[in-house]
């Protein structure tokens, strides 16, 4: 059976595992029932996530000039401290930063490879921690604004990371760590018009990921570098496929990617 389409990061849905799905235009792969059975990947060219035309793609799955250009990859998003829209200052869009950014905003830490800080819109919870391959998380702070997040952020990572070690994330390098504790510990280092906002009495969300087998080190595939790819997939973590040969692919590194997946 082959499946062929434009690579975008993959849905989730919160379960005991997660379930992984890969969505085409036309039809969708439930990755999870993918799991010890030998796949084919083909890498068929690029397309732009946003005009949609077949062209050298930049960053995150856009071209040059729509990475520039449209506001849903705006600074503001790698970088919440930089929101206007509560001022009413425009960057790209006001009209779309108001209905982003100006909505309830989640500061939490997770461990995947370690503790680390982050910020997602509420609606993304749990979706955010998974796509880290985070495998425990609490929330720190509920703000109405993408600008207080990104501030509380900002104070929180001179103590803690804000990055994941993908590679100890996927070989379960990380330990247990006590999340409610650090962030109790945090606590003083919020700012001030953040602080009326932390979330007491909140519990940890464990998250169970479908990998069969843990590899022991891991070896990342670049379509780039290597057009065509088989294996069997042992695991599904983060964003990315595991295989038994402990070669992983971040699908979410390829977005914009046309691909023919094929079921052996």
């Known amino acids: 059976m082959n ?3 434009v690579l975008t990061k993959m849905s989730t849905e919160y379960g005991s595992p997660i ?6 235009e036309s039809d ?8 010890g ?3 084919k990947i083909d890498f068929l060219g690029t397309q732009c996530l946003g005009c949609g035309q077949e062209k050298k793609l930049f960053r995150q799955g856009y071209c040059y000039d729509d990475f520039y250009k449209l506001p849903n990859v705006g600074d503001w998003i790698m970088r919440p401290e930089l929101s206007k829209a509560h001022l009413g200052e425009e960057d790209r869009d006001l009209e779309y930063e108001k209905k982003v ?10 461990n995947s490879s370690n503790i680390k800080v982050g910020v997602t819109r509420k609606t993304q919870v749990p979706t955010r921690w998974i796509d880290q391959g985070a495998h425990e998380a609490v929330e720190v702070v509920e703000v109405p604004n993408r600008y207080l997040a ?5 104070a929180l990572k001179e103590y803690v990371a804000d990055k994941t070690n993908w590679r100890k994330m996927l070989t379960n390098g990380a330990e247990d760590a006590d999340l409610i504790a650090a962030k109790e510990e945090l606590k003083q280092y919020l700012p001030e018009e953040v602080l009326p906002y932390y979330l007491d009495n909140i519990k940890e969300t464990a998250i169970d990921f479908p990998v069969q087998k843990v590899p022991e080190k891991v070896t990342s595939v670049n379509l780039d570098k290597t057009p ?5 997939l042992v695991g599904i973590k983060g964003q ?8 992983v692919f971040n699908v979410r590194r390829h977005e914009g990617y046309k691909v023919n997946i094929e079921l052996v």
Do not use: S
């Open 3 to 5: 499946y062929e389409g």
């Open 19 to 24: 379930n992984y799905f890969v969505i085409f």
């Open 28 to 35: 969708f792969i439930h990755v999870n029932q993918l799991l």
């Open 37 to 39: 059975k030998n796949i």
């Open 101 to 110: 950014q100006l909505q309830p905003h989640i500061v939490y830490l997770a």
């Open 150 to 154: 990104g501030i509380a952020e900002v």
């Open 228 to 232: 065509f790819f088989e294996g069997k």
């Open 240 to 247: 990315y496929l595991i295989f038994e040969d402990q070669t």
